[in-house]
């Protein structure tokens, strides 16, 4: 059972770059959502989604996009890298959200935008 | 909008000592969950241990247990018989009721002194 996979590990972008940001799960679990996680500013919510075609905006939304065409995948595309961006990525699922069930976590994107 | 606070950025405990993390956090509403995660090295990240607001019994797991003060928004992490596996991040999250929108505090680094 792999649980939630991000890939890549590790990512080094140029400003004004594009990338995608893959996350998958295989759990059947209907809530996704991404985080990134800054140096004295814990982890905040970029996009989450309830459900296949069912997306929103979280804390940080700004330069990110997502979409959510299937059950399993959950891709964070960045459309024009900044350096702002500089973060660790975290995709999370959960079966009917966290009252309910433990958020499980991917293992994180390092990403650096120079 | 709803916080949380960790107000240590750093806290060391002597190996098989007992210590104990801060959190506080705001919010307007009644019915919520918090939660403290474990971020090793690894960058993993891993529930330690999770509240119901509407139990007024503290939660524990094994050698985890909280102090959870409802009115006073306070919510501790207390670590009995401290092992070096337990040096790690500490972030300390605050859930709504039926959300999938977690907020994190910034995090405390405990270093276990052998």
């Known amino acids: 059972n792999a649980g939630v996979t991000q890939t890549p590990k590790f990512q080094v972008l140029k400003t004004g770059q594009s990338m995608t940001l893959q996350c998958a799960q295989d759990?059947?679990?209907?809530?996704m959502s991404w985080y990134r996680q800054d140096p004295g500013m814990g982890l905040r919510l970029i996009h989450y989604?309830?459900?296949?075609?069912?997306?929103d905006q979280g804390e940080v939304p700004n330069g990110y996009n997502v979409s959510r065409s299937t059950t399993e995948d959950f891709p964070l595309r960045l459309l024009s890298a900044a350096p702002s961006q500089t973060s660790v990525y975290f995709c999370?699922?959960?079966?009917?959200?966290?009252?309910?069930?433990?958020?499980?976590f991917g293992n994180g994107t390092r990403l650096t935008v120079t | 909008a709803q916080t949380v606070t960790q107000s240590q950025p750093e806290m060391s405990v002597q190996e098989a000592e007992t210590v104990t993390l801060s959190c506080t956090y705001d919010?307007?509403?009644?019915?919520?969950?918090l939660f403290w995660y474990k971020q090793p090295p690894s960058r993993q990240m891993i529930l330690v241990i999770r509240?119901?607001?509407?139990?007024?019994q503290n939660a524990t797991e094994n050698r985890f247990s909280v102090n959870f003060q409802k009115a006073a928004k306070s919510f501790s992490l207390k670590i009995s018989d401290s092992q070096l596996g337990d040096a790690a991040m500490y972030f300390c999250?605050?859930?709504?009721?039926?959300?999938?929108?977690?907020?994190f505090g910034a995090g405390t680094i405990l270093r276990v002194k052998s």
């Open positions: 999370a699922s959960t079966l009917q959200g966290s009252y309910n069930s433990p958020l499980h």
């Open positions: 759990m059947n679990h209907e809530y």
């Open positions: 989604s309830v459900g296949a075609g069912i997306t």
């Open positions: 919010t307007s509403e009644s019915d919520y969950y």
């Open positions: 509240q119901e607001a509407y139990k007024q």
């Open positions: 999250a605050y859930d709504m009721e039926y959300g999938n929108k977690l907020v």
